[in-house]
């Protein structure tokens, strides 16, 4: 026979030998593998019962926590999460700082610098102040008695 002979297996077996059963159950969260075994999706495991993919983990409850940057995490049914970002982060994770400058927030010729969450406009000698530098300055406020 040589290395060239073929087992016929039964239908619940399959691998070269038929060594592999193809009775493996991995739940609705998991895929199959010829081999027995599955691979389950994002958050889901095996319960204490040995059931494959069907205990889910709260992902917003891991240490540390996926969301990123005072986000929020809500744990969803499907098995995911979603974060809600706070004021200058983006991303799944709330991990992408957003260029507010982008935008051009600051006004009268000031220079705007992006910073991790946030901006700061730098007036310097422009006359103007405020958030985004779009108060002018009267002459009359700077005088002293």
């Given at each position: ?75 969803d049914p499907d098995g995911s999460y979603t974060c809600d970002c706070d004021i200058g982060w983006s991303g799944r994770n709330c991990d992408k700082d957003i ?47």
């Open positions: 026979m040589g290395n060239n002979c073929e087992c016929n297996c039964p239908t619940n077996k399959n691998g070269t030998q038929c060594e592999f059963s193809r009775d493996i159950t991995c739940n609705e969260h998991g895929n199959p593998h010829m081999d027995g075994t599955c691979t389950c999706d994002e958050s889901w495991i095996d319960d204490e019962s040995g059931n494959k993919c069907s205990k889910h983990i709260n992902l917003c409850l891991i240490d540390p926590p996926p969301c990123k940057n005072n986000s929020s995490c809500d744990d260029n507010e400058c982008k935008n051009n927030p600051c006004k009268n010729g000031s220079t705007c610098k992006n910073l991790q969450g946030g901006y700061e406009c730098d007036c310097s000698n422009t006359g103007f102040k405020g958030k985004n530098w779009e108060i002018q300055i009267h002459e009359c406020e700077l005088e002293t008695n």
